[in-house]
């Protein structure tokens, strides 16, 4: 009996595979009703098994995304220029926003709690890059000869990485809370000069 159902079961995980590869979301139907059924034969087990890791870590994947983005835009905000006075209602929406995800995200995965200070770690190292770009960004577009474009990114790109602090400034409890801010910080002169425009980074 065994060499009977043995070619059956390989040709339907075998044209399971092939729609994995074709129809992802028919592929997705037909697994969960072959598992709602307990016909395991005609489970295509290996892509099963990686689907639901994937999901755990897009869950770990976002929770990180939200923290970097919590913590770029409280760099952007503590380390604005002091003469840009301007409002930035856009950065503390974001942070409010991520924040909330943040909750959502811990409270529908408590599981991940356990990796929160790994994840937060990421978090800061993609962060502190993203403002960095932010920030020299915006300071080279006040350049109006193109050619000194590489030259004064390479050199903003290394006055920021030395502004900015080594390490998170911000605990994990200070990213998460609802209504906590950073203060401002003064920056060297050769940062703090205005810039033609006087408009925001991103």
């Known amino acids: 009996m065994s060499s009977a159902t043995t070619p059956a ?9 092939d729609l994995y590869h074709t129809d992802g979301y028919t592929w997705a139907i037909e697994q969960a009703d072959a598992l709602r059924r307990r016909d395991f034969d005609a489970v295509d087990w290996d892509n099963v098994i990686e689907e639901i890791e994937d999901l755990g870590r897009s869950e ?3 929770l990180k995304s939200q923290y970097a983005k919590v913590i770029e835009h409280l760099l952007k905000l503590q380390y604005r220029r002091q003469w840009e006075t301007g409002p930035v209602p856009g950065w503390r ?21 356990g990796k929160s ?12 890059g993203d403002a960095i770009a932010a920030f020299v960004n915006h300071d080279v577009e006040a350049i109006v000869d193109e050619a000194q474009y590489p030259r004064e990114q390479k050199r903003l790109t290394r006055s920021w990485n030395e502004v900015l602090p080594a390490g998170c ?29 006087g408009r925001e980074p991103d």
């Open 93 to 113: 929406t974001s942070v409010n926003n991520a924040r909330r995800e943040i909750e959502k995200v811990l409270l529908e995965n408590p599981g991940l709690g």
């Open 169 to 197: 400034p911000y605990t994990r409890a200070q990213v998460e809370a609802a209504h906590w801010w950073p203060e401002r910080r003064g920056l060297p002169l050769t940062l703090e000069r205005p810039q033609s425009g």
């Open 9 to 17: 079961r390989g040709v339907r995980q075998a044209t399971a595979v």
């Open 117 to 128: 200070d790994e994840v937060f770690a990421t978090a800061w190292r993609h962060a502190k």
């Open 60 to 62: 770990e994947r976002s």
